[in-house]
């Protein structure tokens, strides 16, 4: 068989292994073959067909693993926050710099004021963090700009990233995240201008992959989120949600209910939410980066998720406020020490179920018919990507077609 390109004498975490999070699918002594960007052939060597590759990639025993995917960041914005983290360092809270005029509102500001290549200028040097640590695929959110003008120059800036990076980007409009000043309080007139107008005009426009919103006290009710899903459901958009972050909205059950791809923070998420979206097959996606960062104490339920088959995906959800984190191999640290979670839901969580978060299924696993986007790292075992803290033992990156 002709392939353009064989990696041989590797080890393999194809990701391809049973259960929602278990089974990294282990081969030593394995061969990918690739051909127009696609994997033909994963698995041992001594059962591979006979391949004639036009490249030949020596591993010399390292580990492969799909491309890394970090499936919930904020990665476009103007600006930074460095002073609100020095008020949060003397003593105030998250909640009181937002309720002061602080938070995202400020990075509001920085970002409508940004042409569109100050922002890619201020994007790139995040983006190629994460690609230094084998990242193939992001989301990129909006939501720093709560006015059309600047939520499309968002989306138009991180769908263009991939003319000045070899990347995959899915973006995510997020215009129910914050109320803008100019709203004078009004969340509900500010709703209908996100599904009136916003939704119309991004779906129109093709700007964006799926419709997000933030459901907590300081931000969107449980009904004011509902009915943005209904006005992204009907430009033909899936939805995702930020839940239950500070508090138990039940945004978990709301996020099930309607479908949505993934539901991500949930450190007060109950059980009935875990077990809805085991049912619905939304994925929770964890943001220890998140939990660190704003010292929060609620430990997401880890526990309900793996008693229900919740697939658990994890992301930096890096942002200039509460996540300012572009390092997946220490995001999967935290998610360890932190969370607990066991190396096979690490590792699974920036690959397999990173890409249903993403409601993707041409990525995130090694398999024939599923994009080359590959990673290949200088360890002795698939469990030094979780343990090591400020180490890249990242050797090669590729991306298919």
């Keep these: 068989m002709r392939v353009d390109r064989l990696f041989r004498d590797a080890r393999l975490a194809t990701m391809a292994g049973g259960g929602p999070n278990g089974g990294l699918g282990l081969i030593e002594d394995g061969v990918v073959a690739t051909e127009g960007g696609r994997v033909v052939y994963v698995g041992a060597r001594a059962d591979a067909p006979r391949l ?3 490249e030949t990639v020596r591993c010399e025993g390292r580990w492969i693993t799909p491309g890394l995917i970090d499936c919930h960041t904020h990665l476009v914005y103007g600006g930074d926050r460095a002073h609100e983290f020095e008020l949060r360092l003397k003593g105030a809270s998250y909640e009181e710099i937002a309720r002061a005029g602080g938070g995202i509102v400020s990075t509001v500001k920085a970002t409508r004021s940004a042409k569109p290549r100050d922002l890619v200028d201020q994007t790139l040097p995040r983006l190629d963090a994460l690609i230094a640590e084998g990242v193939t695929t992001l989301e990129v959110k909006s939501g720093y700009g709560l006015d059309l003008e600047t939520e499309q120059k968002q989306l138009q800036v991180a769908r263009s990233l991939p003319e000045h990076r070899d990347i995959g980007v899915v973006t995510t409009f997020l215009g129910a995240h914050a109320l803008p000043p100019e709203a004078n309080g009004d969340k509900q007139a500010y709703i209908d201008l996100v599904c009136h107008k916003m939704i119309p005009a991004i779906a129109r426009h093709g700007l964006a992959d799926a419709v997000d919103a933030f459901c907590e006290g300081i931000a969107f009710s449980v009904e004011q989120t509902a009915k943005v899903f209904g006005a992204a459901k009907a430009h033909g958009l ?4 930020h839940a239950d972050q500070l508090s138990n909205l039940h945004g978990a059950r709301l996020a099930a209910d309607h479908g949505a791809l993934s539901a991500d923070h949930l450190e007060y998420t109950d059980e009935a939410g875990a077990a809805a979206m085991a049912k619905t097959g939304t994925v929770a996606v964890l943001l220890p980066g998140a939990y660190y960062f704003i010292r929060e104490t609620q430990v ?25 984190l572009t390092s997946p191999l220490l995001t999967m640290n935290m998610g360890a020490t932190l969370f607990r979670l066991t190396v096979e839901e690490c590792l699974l969580g920036f690959t397999r179920n990173a890409a249903r978060a993403l409601g993707r299924d041409d990525i995130g696993v090694l398999e024939p018919g599923r994009r080359a986007d590959i990673a290949i790292w200088s360890v002795e075992q698939p469990a030094e990507l979780v343990y090591r803290i400020g180490f890249n033992p990242l050797y090669q990156r590729y991306r298919g077609a």
């Design 238 to 241: 899936p939805v995702k949600l």
């Design 300 to 324: 997401p339920p880890v526990a309900h998720f793996r008693k229900h088959g919740t697939a658990i995906a994890l992301a930096t959800d890096s942002n200039p406020g509460s996540s300012p």
């Design 52 to 54: 004639d590759p036009v």
